[in-house]
């Protein structure tokens, strides 16, 4: 009698546990994961990026506007590891003296802007018009913030009212007031009474 009560006993024990282990196998099998489905979500490729179209960034120095940035196409990625903007549909940037009259403007077909970092790159037919009246072409040109300043090691075309001059690399203010060319190539004109007898 005794052993007929434990295989009872027994009986109900295994009907009512083997029901929950099947529920606890099909809920361990039912949250199995595809690795590649995880990484589908979660990819940094697959990240939503911030978006505006017609942006302008003013940038100011103790209450003074000193810059203005227009970009038709602004893409923002903070998921970056150092977080940039795109902006390649073309950027125009004009830079302002102490009484807002614009020194210089850059165009450029593409450009990235490392905020933190304090500095834009950009590339693709880079051009530079300064009140002097001269000209700066080149591939590609770095605008620190930080240290307020153009520089490049690209190649580099200056043209100016009475010359054209070529080089590799260059480094410049940011109203273009001041610049030096590496490794400058072109002819230089100057005046009869400062060449040496």
Known sequence: MTNR???ITNFQVTRILFPGILFLLFAMGSCKNDPEEIKALTGKNTLQLDRA???TIIYSKRGVVTAK???????????????YTDMKNGVEAEFYDDSLHVENTVTARYARYYERDGYILMRDSVVIHSKKNEQLNTEELVWNQKIHKFYT???VKITTPTQIIYGDGLEANEDFTWY???NPKGSVLVNKSEVPQ
């Open 5 to 7: 009560y434990f295989t």
């Open 53 to 55: 179209e017609d942006v």
């Open 69 to 83: 940035l227009f970009a038709r196409e602004f893409i923002r990625n903070e998921a970056a590891k150092h977080p």
């Open 153 to 155: 090691e690209k190649f």
């Open 180 to 182: 030096e060319i590496k």
